[in-house]
């Protein structure tokens, strides 16, 4: 007897699952540990390494692109990972965007990058 089996890649379009929100504790050690990064780019470092089995909330978005990120460059690159990672993507557009983002331009810029 021949048992086949069949291999399927998943596709771009298929998500991983989210893993639950983070609790506030390890959001707290997250800003933590990004407050004792004193530039943009190892802040990033640490906060993509964070994601690969975190997620948040957005409410929890606001408060760390808040206290770590400014206007530019580094505040889209930071959005951009944490996006894919959010427990709640449909709360985005109204708590995040205009919270985390003061001008409009930044917020077309955002959307246009995110494909929303």
């Known amino acids: 007897f021949f048992f086949g089996f069949v291999f399927v890649r998943p596709t771009h379009h298929q998500h991983k699952a989210v893993p639950m929100a983070a609790s506030e504790r390890e959001v707290a050690e997250l800003v933590e540990m990004m407050t004792n990064n004193r530039d943009d780019k190892s802040r990033l470092r640490v906060l993509r390494a964070w994601l690969s089995d975190h997620s948040l909330s957005c409410k929890n978005t606001v408060s760390i692109m808040a206290t770590l990120f400014g206007v530019g460059d580094s505040g889209l690159q930071a959005i951009k990972m944490i996006y894919p990672q ?27 990058e995110l494909g929303l």
């Open 86 to 112: 959010l427990t709640d993507p449909e709360n985005f557009k109204d708590q995040v965007l205009p919270q985390a983002f003061q001008y409009d331009d930044e917020r077309a810029q955002v959307l246009a």
